[in-house]
């Protein structure tokens, strides 16, 4: 049997900043690494909050958190964020005209570029680039 997996960096969310960061027009990012597959079984509580949108975005019947990590980001700074298992985001903020943040992302795998999108990013709204892997499932017969 195979498993379908998804890495997913999930929940770039604003939250609430410094001053100093806010008057800058930075925010603080928290990303959500998540494994998703078509197995029967229950969503990892911890992500509640966010299982509507996975399933809006990507139907899946099962989700876990692997990893999550946060990281404030200059409007026009950089800034990293680790998930584990190899997993990170590079990111580069930009200047905007309104509430939120503009974002440059580099999904990286080690060495290996995953993902790269821009992303506008609003206080509180998630969002979710993706990634879809195939990975055989070990434990099954």
């Keep these: 049997m195979r498993l379908i ?18 008057a800058a027009g930075g925010a603080s990012v928290q990303a959500l690494l998540i494994t998703a597959s078509n197995q029967k079984g229950r969503s990892d509580p911890r992500l509640a909050n966010y299982e509507a949108t996975l399933r809006r975005n990507l139907p899946f019947d099962t989700y876990r958190l692997a990893g999550e990590a ?3 980001i200059p409007a026009d700074g950089r800034g990293t964020v680790s998930l584990g298992q190899g997993h ?8 905007g005209g309104g509430p939120g943040i503009r974002l ?3 999904w ?6 995953v993902l790269t999108t821009s992303l506008t990013l609003q206080p509180g709204v998630p969002a979710v680039p993706a990634e879809v892997t195939t990975a055989r499932c070990r434990s099954c017969s």
């Design 88 to 95: 990170r985001l590079e990111l580069q903020g930009e200047k």
């Design 108 to 113: 990286m795998n080690g060495n290996r570029t």
């Design 104 to 106: 440059k992302v580099q």
């Design 70 to 72: 946060t990281a404030a």
């Design 5 to 22: 997996t998804l890495l997913l960096a999930l929940g770039f969310c604003c939250h609430a900043l410094s001053p100093c960061l806010q």
